[in-house]
């Protein structure tokens, strides 16, 4: 009967090919992703064996004069928008398991492969072999192979035997190797920048790596306040901790390690090493002192004022830093002024906006918009700093760029990568969090709609109440069964509609 029958032969076939799909659609997928590691692991010896000529570079230098060909441009653009935007991205799409992860990983790879070969393949400027970027890029291509063979693992869900064993484990490498990735592909570009203008070698190294590493420490500081803030209030709660012990803990190590580098010890002390180590001095100080504050007499989690200090103090003193050209002063001037700037609003507001409470709200999902402000000023606080070494003050000084225009452009980085975290946080908390955000926003009247009893309420279930009140004026002891029928209809779809919650006038009548 069944085979003869062409509705249920229809049906079959389309319960299969329903089946089939996707099958379908992961066994390409994952054929995508393994050619796209074997592809990116046949590239890096390749291009590895690649000569680089060095015959234009001037003794003692790590670069020739000639400029940046368009091969270069290209390998620059396609890796920043590549290890910039499509790799963190898609991270934040496998935190939230999205079907968009896979595809998005396999085409950020394929990119990144083509970036690879394209920046072995250029003309004009020519760099020493053995650069910084050049060496980092192999660790950061050995990651991306890593991730993606993992990727593959898992996508082929061998749960079984001794695949069940190892599968936890790889689950937790994938996850620690993607979660890291940003922050590797954060330095490579860093690294990219140096090589490609020349700079920290001999002497200016030191200083190089005080600038870039305190500055992305500050740009960091407001990415995790921006986490915090935006999607970390519950977490910070469970841990029994207000946000200032975690910052002053930081803050005192940080101190820490600044006092007894900062300074080279044998040598005679100039003014730059005395204002650097007494700064370490009041850091690990003054965290300390943080720490102790972050709890109230009872134990419980306390606000304090002491980072919002430490940024605050920290940027008078870089304010003050002797330079030697104008518009290197003004730099600095302008990062302290900023840095200054973040501790100021952190103080406000912790002790004014949010009167020492943990968020504006108890569930921790609203914000107030003067919050956003030291968070912000702590990413331009960062650039400003990074932007600041002294080969880049002789660059800049040299182009005929002034200090004004300098500090626009660089505060013009700080709003696009604040504005991509941001991007990044909503990405994954609107699904993430869809059921706490959808609550809190039902119970502040988010949509302006009509509420009973805390209820939403659209037009075709109020219509729906308006016509079961009428019918309720015209109900008789007699009353015929094809009313009462349209009676129990109305109360049926609006009780379906309403999540099974009677409304007022039905409650009235039960």
Same mark, same amino acid.
């Given at each position: ?13 389309? $319960? #299969? ?16 992703? !393994? ?55 898609? /991270?934040?799409?496998?935190? +939230? ?9 396999? *085409? ?8 690879? @070969? ?18 980092? !890029?192999?660790? *950061? ?11 593959? %693992? ?11 064993? +190892?599968?936890?484990?790889?689950? +937790? ?6 979660? !890291? ?32 590493? /305190? ?5 960091? %500081?407001?990415? =995790? ?5 935006? @999607?970390?209030? +519950? ?17 005192? !190590? ?85 840095? /200054? ?23 921790? &999902? ?5 919050? &956003?402000?030291?968070?912000? =000023?702590?990413?331009? $606080? ?16 040299? $182009? ?5 225009? %300098?500090?626009?452009?660089? &505060?013009? *980085? ?13 990405? &994954? ?7 706490? @955000? ?36 015209? /109900? ?8 009462? #029928?349209?009676?129990? *209809? ?21």
């Amino acid at each position: 009967m069944t085979l003869n029958n062409p509705a249920a032969r229809r049906g079959g076939s389309s $319960s #299969s090919l329903r089946r089939l799909i996707p099958r379908v659609v992961s066994s390409s997928s994952i054929t995508a992703t !393994a050619a796209t590691a074997v592809l990116a692991a046949s590239f890096i010896p390749m291009a590895s064996g690649h000569d680089h000529h060095e015959d234009q570079i001037p003794e003692g230098a790590t670069i020739s004069v000639d400029p940046l060909d368009t091969t270069l441009w290209l390998h620059i653009f396609l890796q920043t928008f590549v290890f910039g935007i499509l790799f963190p991205t898609g /991270m934040v799409l496998g935190i +939230i398991k999205s079907r968009w992860h896979v595809p998005l990983q396999v *085409l950020g790879t394929a990119l990144a492969v083509v970036g690879y @070969v394209l920046g072995h393949l250029h003309k004009g400027r020519q760099f020493i072999s053995n650069n910084v970027h050049a060496s980092f !890029a192999n660790i *950061l291509f050995l990651m991306m192979i890593v991730q993606v063979v993992l990727g593959v %693992y898992l996508k082929l869900h061998l749960e079984k035997g001794f695949h069940g064993r +190892i599968r936890p484990v790889f689950r +937790i490498l994938h996850s620690i190797n993607g979660k !890291a990735f940003p922050i590797a592909s954060w330095v490579q570009m860093l690294f990219g920048g140096i090589t490609a203008l020349g700079f920290c070698q001999g002497d200016h190294l030191g200083q190089c790596l005080a600038h870039f590493i /305190m500055g992305s420490a500050f740009i960091a %500081y407001g990415v =995790l306040l921006t986490i915090v803030l935006l @999607v970390g209030q +519950i977490w910070l709660r469970r841990t029994g901790r207000s946000q200032e012990f975690f910052d002053s803990a930081v803050i005192a !190590a940080w101190g820490c390690v600044n006092t007894f580098t900062e300074h080279r010890w044998g040598t005679a002390w100039v003014r730059n090493d005395w204002q650097h180590t007494t700064m370490g001095v009041i850091w690990w100080a003054a965290g300390l002192a943080g720490v102790w504050l972050s709890r109230n007499r009872d134990g419980t989690p306390k606000r304090n004022f002491i980072p919002g200090f430490v940024l605050l103090i920290t940027g008078w003193a870089m304010s003050a830093h002797p330079q030697e050209l104008m518009i290197s002063a003004m730099t600095h001037k302008m990062f302290g002024w900023t840095l /200054m700037g973040a501790g100021l609003t952190r103080i406000i507001e912790i002790s004014f906006i949010l009167k020492d409470k943990p968020a504006v709200s108890d569930q921790g &999902y609203e914000t107030h918009s003067f919050q &956003y402000v030291p968070v912000f =000023l702590l990413y331009a $606080s960062g650039f400003l700093f990074m932007s600041a070494t002294e080969e880049q003050m002789a660059l800049i000084a040299g $182009s005929g760029i002034d200090h004004v225009a %300098y500090v626009l452009i660089i &505060y013009s *980085l700080a709003f696009i990568l604040f504005l991509f975290v941001n991007i990044l946080i909503h990405l &994954y908390d609107r699904t993430a969090n869809t059921d706490s @955000v959808s609550k809190n926003h039902d119970t502040t009247h988010g949509n302006g709609a009509i509420r009973l009893n805390g209820r939403p309420t659209n037009p075709e279930t109020q219509l729906r109440d308006a016509g079961e009140f009428e019918l309720e004026g015209l /109900m008789s002891d007699d009353e015929d069964d094809e009313v009462a #029928s349209r009676r129990n *209809l109305l109360k049926n779809e609006r009780d379906v509609d309403d999540g099974g919650i009677a409304s007022p006038s039905t409650a009235a009548r039960r």
